[in-house]
Every structure is written in C-alpha cells, then in structure tokens.
C-alpha cells in the first residue's frame, strides 16, 4: 500500500472525478484525501473510525483512475483498503455484512424467495408505523422501497443456442441478482448474439462474480467466488467469456490479480468481453427494424472507467435505423457502485439526485444502461417518470420477427 500510495503527489485532478467530494465537499471524500488517511493510519500503525468512515463512503467508480496525471492506482489503492478496515470490524457488524453481500450474491439460487420478500416489502412500506419506524434504519428503508418495485423475471430456460454458419461463440454469464431481476437481458442478449451469427453457451452452475463481497472488503470470500466461476465457464472452444453487467466485467477482467497471478485466472481474464464491446467487433448481419425515437445513453462508470469502454455500446447502438442516441448530461455517476446504495443510502441518493435531475431536464423518457445496479438505482430515482432498459434489451426489441 505505501509503495501505491506514494506515486500520490496531491495534485487535486481526482476531485472534479470523484462523485462523493462533488457531494460532501469534504477533502476526506476525495481520492487524495483518503489517500492521505491511510498513509497516516500506517504511520501510525492504528486504524480510526475517522479512516474506516471515509473509505467506506468511497463508491469505488474509478472516475479518479484515468483522471491522474501521476498514473495512481487508487482501484488497487481502495480494494485493500476496504480489506484492511473490514477486518477491524466489530464481529456484529462483520456478520450483519457478510449476511448482506452473501444473499445478494446467492440471488438466484434464492429467486423463488423474491416474491414474497416483496409482499413483505409492500406492506411495510404502506403500513403508516411500519413506515415511520423504518426511515429511522436508512439502509433497510432503502432496501425495502426498491425491494418492493423491482419485478423479478425468468431465469434463462436453455443450455446453448448454436446458429447455422457461425461467425463466433461464447459462453454467457448469467449473473446473480442479474438473473434474478433481469432475466429478460440474458434473453435478449442470446437472441441478438445468435442474430449476429453467434452461437452462445449458456452453463447452468455459474454464481456470482465475486464482486459484492469484494467492494465489502471480504478479499477470500471473493477469490472463492472466482475460483468457482472460472471452473463454471470454463468451456473449450469458445471465443470470449460474454457478460452484460459493467460491474461484472470489470471484476472478472481484474481475476488475475485477484488470484495472485493465477495462469488460469490470468487467462480467463483476458477471455472476458462485455455483450456491447463484443458486437462491436462484428459487421452487423442483424436485420433491425427502424425504431424512430430518442433514447439517452447513461455510461456505467465500471464500464466507461474500470474497462475504458464508452464508444462501442454508442456504435452498436447506431445499428438501429432511426435511433437517436444522446449522452446523459450531469455527473456520470449515478450513485450505485454495486451495494452501494444500501449500505449508504443517503450519499447514494445525494450523488443521484445530480444525474436524475440532468436526465429529466432532457424531457426524453428512455434511458439505456448496461449495468443492472445502475438501472435499479435509476429506476428508483425517476421513478415512473422514465424507463431504463439494457442496450442489448432494445437491440432485441429492433430485430424483426
């Protein structure tokens, strides 16, 4: 961490990047400011409450990364800050997050449970005591008021689709609460790729990523997940490991470190392809309908910043005769960052409320995204006011029957 820490020369460029400095204006907000925390904390050789607040409120967007002149590492800087101040954590609040990351990152083997969560999510957000006593617990009352909105959807019912004269195939990761909430995506996904001339092969055992417990610091529980996944997907003669969630791809990009320079994690890493950056190294052979309409382009920071991929979901997009794509304006942020939201909802909301406001003041009420954390915290900030669909979601609405 210090030799990481060190290249830091404080020269304030990861300010205008940072999403909760924007917020907070606070110097331990920023990326430097945290930097500087934990440089103070390893001299001294203890760990504050002051350090674990700060790094906790980090929403870990890597706006910051490519942001620096200095080349700083702050993602490498912030994963093992997040492990060092969870292994000081009191036992409860250890437990009460493993609990958190481990049902999330379990969603789809616990779908069937999803519809009576929400019944229970319903009636405690309408019950008048019930709804007064939550809004003293932030985190649960965020939980419950998404919980009780999200529709869940059908797991994707098949183990592969091949295609007549092939020009690719890929094995998919499903995801986890992925699976669960946007089940539709993963059907579309198949159904654009296999009109593009793609077989996909679709693995029944896969799992979560590894990402959730990673952003909560849980370092080992995350290179199990990783471990799992890679032996899941691993299937011989495929072109690339496709994902449609931009928090996903990046966490699976990043499994060579993650797994100390494992070979083949190192290989699977290099194998991982998100759907759009996929596509876009095709010539499109897809018939698209004409879809005249707007739609705004929200740009998921664990895409356009983590994977550095901003100009090929926009290029894919163009395939669509009639379709006019504009940028989303304010902040690119929107303030989810995985769970984020749940574990702080009030800055989550605050750095949100920037990127909803910019969205509505364009009056165009379809926003494409790709990454399932950024539509559930869209959704939930503009309410029925717009929709937010996947870019491959409306691809599959644009191919003809």
Known sequence: MTA????????????????????TGMENDSPRGRIWLLTDAASR?????????????????EACVPACPSGVR?????????RV?????????????????????????VGSLVAPTQAV??????????????????????????????????HLALDTSLVANERGR???LTGCISSVLFGEVNTATVRVLNAEGISVIVPREQGCC?????????????KRRATHLIKALNVPGVDAVVTNSAGCGAMMKGYGDLLDGDVDAVRFAGSVLDVMEYLSRFESIAHYGEMERSVLYHDPCHLAFAQGIHAEPLAVLERIPGLKVELAGGPNCCGAGGLYSIMQPELAR???????????????????????????????????????????SLLAQALAP
């Open 85 to 109: 101040v969870n292994d000081g954590r009191s036992p409860a609040v250890g437990v009460a997050r493993a609990v958190v990351t481990t049902a999330f990152a379990g969603a789809a083997k």
């Open 210 to 222: 590894g990402a959730l417990e990673s952003h909560a610091g849980r370092h080992q529980a995350a």
């Open 121 to 154: 999510a319903r009636w405690s957000t309408r019950a008048p005591l019930m709804r007064r006593s939550l809004t003293r617990f932030g985190s649960l009352n965020a939980v419950m008021q998404q919980a009780a909105t999200i529709h869940p959807q059908a």
């Open 45 to 61: 050789g203890e760990l504050s409450l002051k350090v674990r607040t700060h790094i906790d409120r980090c929403i870990g967007c």
């Open 74 to 82: 702050y993602d490498q800087l912030i994963d093992i800050a997040r």
């Open 4 to 23: 990481l820490s060190a290249a830091c020369v404080h020269c304030g460029f990861c300010l205008a990047a940072c999403p909760t400095y924007a917020v």
């Open 350 to 392: 605050e750095i949100g409320e920037a990127k909803r406001d910019a969205i509505l003041a364009t009056k165009i009420d379809l926003i494409v995204s790709g990454n399932p954390g950024c539509a559930i915290q869209l959704s939930s900030l503009l309410a029925e006011q717009a929709e937010v669909v996947h870019p491959v």
């Open 170 to 172: 890929v094995v998919l």
